[in-house]
């Protein structure tokens, strides 16, 4: 079956400290991975995606993902996290059987410590 | 602009009422699809269309329905709503190369 597992729900980082947001997938081919970030209130917006080439994926706000086939997995990144960071990220592989619609992890929530 | 509408972005519900929530894009996307978010459990599908005509369910279908009658507009009908229905629903279509637009949302509470 296809999913996506993001095993933290919940992460606190000091201000000026690197950051890793797992995320894990289970999918029948070649997958299309990609990572959103939502603010309170807010809609989606895409920080980076992954189709394929290198596993090395940079995004926006200076995140980054490294996808590993052997460890079924798309981590996001970021070397020094800021305030403005504390969020609700969401990973999502695609598409669906259906060839239409993303996959979902259950978000984790960033807090940013002072 | 170019992009995925969702209207309303705001709505209170009495339970047991009917309600439409209306989406639009203008990108000629033929993949549409339809997603709740609620606390703790990410977005899950609720239907999905293929194309004019097309429709199908998704994850969580129970209480939703769909119809495609143009390439543009997706509309999710609420026929008698109920307080498991409060929640906040997404739009998305489908372009080339996998690039997925996202409406922002409507915020729909059911008392």
């Known amino acids: 079956a296809q999913s996506v597992t993001q095993p933290d729900i919940h992460i606190t980082v000091s201000e000026g400290a690197s950051l890793e947001l797992r995320c894990n997938y289970s999918?029948?081919?070649?997958?299309?991975l990609f990572w959103y970030v939502q603010s309170p209130g807010q809609g989606l917006q895409l920080l980076l995606k992954y189709f394929s080439g290198d596993t090395l994926v940079q995004g926006i706000k200076g995140f980054e993902a490294e996808f590993k086939r052997s460890q079924s997995s798309f981590n996001l990144r970021k070397p020094s996290v800021h305030w403005s960071d504390a969020a609700e990220y969401f990973c999502a592989v695609g598409p669906n059987q259906a060839g239409t619609a993303l996959i979902f992890g259950k978000g984790t929530t960033l807090s940013v410590s002072s | 602009n170019a992009g995925v509408t969702q209207t309303p972005k705001f709505q209170v519900l009495k339970t047991g009422q009917s309600m439409t929530l209306q989406c639009a894009q203008d990108?000629?996307?033929?993949?549409m699809s339809w997603y709740r978010q609620d606390p703790g459990m990410g977005l899950r599908l609720i239907h999905y269309s293929v194309g004019a005509g097309i429709t199908d369910q998704g994850e969580v279908p129970n209480g939703y329905n769909v119809s495609r009658s143009t390439t543009e507009d997706f509309p999710l009908r609420l026929l008698s709503a109920a307080p498991s229905q409060t929640s906040v629903y997404f739009c998305?279509?489908?372009?080339?190369?996998?690039?997925?637009?996202f409406g922002s949302g409507t915020r729909l509470t059911v008392v």
């Open positions: 990108m000629n996307h033929e993949y």
């Open positions: 998305a279509s489908k372009g080339s190369n996998y690039g997925y637009t």
């Open positions: 999918y029948g081919a070649t997958p299309y």
